[in-house]
Protein backbone atom coordinates (compact mmCIF):
# COMPACT_ATOMS: atom_id res chain seq x y z
CA UNK A 1 0.00 0.00 0.00
CA UNK A 2 2.62 2.21 0.69
CA UNK A 3 4.31 1.56 -2.50
CA UNK A 4 1.21 2.51 -4.28
CA UNK A 5 0.99 5.69 -2.45
CA UNK A 6 4.52 7.01 -3.52
CA UNK A 7 3.64 5.69 -7.17
CA UNK A 8 1.08 8.11 -7.17
CA UNK A 9 2.56 11.28 -5.39
CA UNK A 10 5.68 10.65 -7.94
CA UNK A 11 3.02 10.47 -10.68
CA UNK A 12 1.28 13.47 -9.65
CA UNK A 13 4.13 15.82 -8.50
CA UNK A 14 6.96 15.32 -10.11
CA UNK A 15 5.79 13.66 -13.83
CA UNK A 16 8.17 15.18 -16.64
CA UNK A 17 10.38 17.66 -13.82
CA UNK A 18 7.50 19.88 -13.34
CA UNK A 19 5.40 20.10 -9.83
CA UNK A 20 1.50 19.21 -10.59
CA UNK A 21 -1.83 20.40 -9.02
CA UNK A 22 -2.48 16.89 -6.57
CA UNK A 23 -5.77 16.15 -7.93
CA UNK A 24 -5.50 12.09 -6.82
CA UNK A 25 -6.45 13.75 -3.31
CA UNK A 26 -9.04 15.39 -4.48
CA UNK A 27 -10.80 11.93 -5.59
CA UNK A 28 -12.66 10.37 -2.81
CA UNK A 29 -12.32 7.29 -4.68
CA UNK A 30 -8.46 6.89 -4.26
CA UNK A 31 -8.29 7.80 -0.61
CA UNK A 32 -11.15 4.66 -0.19
CA UNK A 33 -8.68 2.12 -2.46
CA UNK A 34 -5.11 3.33 -2.30
CA UNK A 35 -4.78 4.76 1.20
CA UNK A 36 -8.06 2.77 2.70
CA UNK A 37 -9.82 5.38 4.20
CA UNK A 38 -13.39 5.86 4.21
CA UNK A 39 -15.34 9.05 4.48
CA UNK A 40 -18.22 9.89 7.45
CA UNK A 41 -21.38 10.31 5.56
CA UNK A 42 -22.75 13.92 5.76
CA UNK A 43 -24.95 15.01 8.54
CA UNK A 44 -28.37 15.98 7.47
CA UNK A 45 -29.86 19.28 8.68
CA UNK A 46 -31.73 18.07 11.81
CA UNK A 47 -28.11 16.74 13.26
CA UNK A 48 -26.16 19.52 12.02
CA UNK A 49 -28.21 22.12 13.32
CA UNK A 50 -29.80 20.29 16.55
CA UNK A 51 -28.70 22.92 19.21
CA UNK A 52 -30.38 25.98 16.96
CA UNK A 53 -33.51 23.85 16.22
CA UNK A 54 -34.05 23.30 19.92
CA UNK A 55 -33.62 26.82 20.66
CA UNK A 56 -36.35 28.29 18.15
CA UNK A 57 -38.50 25.22 18.43
CA UNK A 58 -38.57 26.31 21.86
CA UNK A 59 -39.26 30.15 21.10
CA UNK A 60 -41.64 29.66 18.55
CA UNK A 61 -42.97 26.07 18.09
CA UNK A 62 -42.11 23.22 16.03
CA UNK A 63 -43.28 24.46 12.63
CA UNK A 64 -42.07 28.58 13.37
CA UNK A 65 -39.11 27.05 14.56
CA UNK A 66 -37.89 24.89 11.51
CA UNK A 67 -38.88 28.10 9.53
CA UNK A 68 -36.65 30.39 11.86
CA UNK A 69 -33.77 27.69 11.02
CA UNK A 70 -34.28 27.69 7.10
CA UNK A 71 -34.24 31.63 7.50
CA UNK A 72 -31.02 31.64 9.16
CA UNK A 73 -29.57 29.22 6.55
CA UNK A 74 -30.58 31.12 3.11
CA UNK A 75 -29.59 34.53 4.87
CA UNK A 76 -25.81 32.78 5.56
CA UNK A 77 -26.24 31.50 1.98
CA UNK A 78 -27.04 35.03 0.42
CA UNK A 79 -24.07 36.05 2.50
CA UNK A 80 -21.45 33.51 0.74
CA UNK A 81 -22.97 34.29 -2.37
CA UNK A 82 -22.35 38.02 -2.10
CA UNK A 83 -19.20 37.66 -0.50
CA UNK A 84 -18.15 35.27 -3.77
CA UNK A 85 -19.71 38.12 -5.79
CA UNK A 86 -16.69 40.61 -4.84
CA UNK A 87 -14.60 38.26 -6.58
CA UNK A 88 -16.14 36.69 -9.52
CA UNK A 89 -17.24 39.23 -11.44
CA UNK A 90 -19.05 39.46 -15.04
CA UNK A 91 -16.61 40.10 -18.01
CA UNK A 92 -18.74 42.56 -19.24
CA UNK A 93 -19.15 44.69 -15.98
CA UNK A 94 -16.70 44.39 -13.47
CA UNK A 95 -19.07 46.37 -11.44
CA UNK A 96 -21.46 43.28 -10.83
CA UNK A 97 -21.19 39.93 -9.82
CA UNK A 98 -21.34 37.50 -12.21
CA UNK A 99 -25.01 36.42 -14.25
CA UNK A 100 -24.62 32.78 -12.29
CA UNK A 101 -23.86 34.23 -8.88
CA UNK A 102 -26.76 36.78 -9.79
CA UNK A 103 -29.33 34.00 -10.37
CA UNK A 104 -28.41 32.01 -7.21
CA UNK A 105 -29.24 34.93 -4.72
CA UNK A 106 -32.27 35.83 -6.84
CA UNK A 107 -33.35 32.59 -5.99
CA UNK A 108 -32.32 32.60 -2.37
CA UNK A 109 -34.30 35.56 -2.29
CA UNK A 110 -37.19 34.78 -3.66
CA UNK A 111 -37.03 31.13 -1.28
CA UNK A 112 -36.40 33.50 1.71
CA UNK A 113 -39.20 35.96 1.15
CA UNK A 114 -41.71 32.70 0.62
CA UNK A 115 -40.52 31.73 4.45
CA UNK A 116 -40.85 34.70 5.47
CA UNK A 117 -44.63 35.28 4.17
CA UNK A 118 -45.54 32.06 5.67
CA UNK A 119 -44.20 32.71 8.94
CA UNK A 120 -46.26 35.95 9.04
CA UNK A 121 -49.49 33.96 7.71
CA UNK A 122 -48.85 31.29 10.72
CA UNK A 123 -48.30 34.48 13.62
CA UNK A 124 -51.20 35.99 11.79
CA UNK A 125 -53.54 32.20 12.39
CA UNK A 126 -51.80 31.91 15.40
Keep these: MLLRFLAACWIMFWRGG ?4 GGAGLCPKWYVRVMGWERKP ?4 FEEHQEELEKYEQMFGKERGRLAVSLDR ?4 LVLVGQHGVYCTSQ ?3 TVPAMDLRMIAQELTHAKELAQAVMEEMKRKS
Excluded at 42 to 45: E, G, I, K, L, Q
Excluded at 74 to 77: G, K, Q
Design 92 to 94: RNP
Design 74 to 77: ITNA
Design 18 to 21: RVKF
Design 42 to 45: AMNA
